[in-house]
DNA sequence: GTCTATAATCCGATAGAC
DNA sequence: GTCTATCGGATTATAGAC
């Protein structure tokens, strides 16, 4: 009278477990047996519910794809087409230093597993961020802050650049602390930046950066307390 | 009397079994197995060569640095700061398109292996790479083209960018044909180039672009045969 | 240096009883 | 929907004869 419905779906059980086995043992430590054990049944009753491994991964992926929207969505709260661009890079460094392995599944889904094309529903999501970011860019070419003349092409100079960074970093190529990364992402973005930006937008950055020059040392200015 | 050393030693022999394979099958599929089937022996042979599975793939990623190694050092031989720093450019995206999988295993060696660290032999080759662009960027700053200020954070956003782009290429997110990602990569190398150039470098590029602009449609101009 | 034989695991997936 | 039992395969690596 009172359970209408299991708690969970077994299906969601087994995805939930999944998920947890992923990002604890990555790509290859992953097996059915062990995603079994977890589950708390025998490894054939699994297959009542995934026709194979592949679409149980498949199904992490998806979910990797919905927590990085998580994200990236959260940064449409800025305000200004400036604001939200500028959350929307760090909503995806965001992401990436808290799931690194979600980060690396979904750009790396297809060698693991051997294919030879990425499967549509993981090219869906792709076009999906893609769209995301052409979005943001679009906006600010519309308010003067980025170049129009190409508007397709800018969106992919930032997402490389992004990736490439974040890559570098969790592949451990850049031998630096964490809050050390960021700023450097921080400061690499800015370079960019200059590159897409409107004269106008440009020279703006400029006189940013001769002000935060012309302080002693440090970073941005805190009111001294006490 | 003629042989008085055996034609290659079959510590290269199986090296280069390994290059093959591990260039046909990747990371996964490349096993001790394999390689004895490859070489002509069988498996416990190998381990009179290499103490296991990790040692000779550890070799293979050397093999790997020396190829990159040599296509950056072919860039040398541009006679301008600028023109060296252009065909290092060149030469990383020509090294990661005819040698892909060499390119992803420099940077995923350690992932693949399931170490936490990256392994000193391959940290060193690592920081020769960086060091080469390094040295390509203070030319370049040296000749007045680059801005000064930030010599070392240029060559991270340089080569972050470059990384990114390739990665997302080789791993099917771009889906386009060869000769349209060559062009993506030089506009959006250009792109970068304009946010960390001189101003007087800077404006050369922006007299460049203008002058491509005002062409028909096409990009280089080729003199009109017959 | 290479072989045969084998240890010791692990894997994905299925058949068929319950 | 879950179980037991099992098929058929893979793997790294070693022992010991030659």
Redesign the interface.
């Known amino acids: 009278m009172f359970t209408v419905f299991t708690m969970t779906e077994p299906r969601d059980r087994i995805l939930n477990c999944a998920c947890e086995l992923y990002l604890k043992d990555?790509f290859?430590?992953f097996s059915m047996r062990k995603l079994a054990r977890r589950v708390g049944v025998t490894a054939p009753a699994l297959y009542r519910h995934y026709e194979n491994r592949e679409k149980v991964l498949l199904a992490v992926v998806g979910q990797a794809h919905n927590v990085l929207a998580r994200y990236l969505y959260r940064s449409l709260a800025g305000e200004t087409p400036r604001e939200r661009f500028a959350r929307a890079g760090e909503a995806y460094l965001d992401f990436a230093l808290d799931h690194p392995r979600y980060f690396?599944m979904i750009?790396?889904f297809?060698?693991?597993m051997?294919l030879d094309?990425?499967p549509e529903e993981v090219a869906e999501e792709?076009c999906a961020v893609e769209r995301f970011w052409h979005d943001r860019v679009r906006e600010c070419v519309e308010a003067g802050l980025l170049r129009s003349?190409?508007l397709e092409?800018?969106g992919?100079?930032l997402?490389?650049?992004?990736?490439?960074?974040i890559?570098?970093y969790l592949?451990?190529?850049?031998d630096v602390p964490e809050e050390t990364f960021r700023q450097?992402y921080a400061?690499?973005f800015v370079?960019?930046?200059?590159?897409?930006a409107t004269p106008a937008y440009a020279s703006e950055l400029e006189a940013e950066l001769e002000a935060e020059?012309a302080l002693p040392d440090a970073g941005p200015v805190k009111p001294a307390a006490k």
Chains 1, 2 share one sequence.
């Open positions: 990555g290859e430590g690396q750009y790396s297809a060698e693991f051997g094309e990425v792709t003349h190409e092409e800018i992919l100079s997402w490389a650049h992004a990736y490439g960074l890559s570098l592949h451990g190529m850049l450097m400061g690499s370079r960019l930046l200059r590159g897409i020059e």
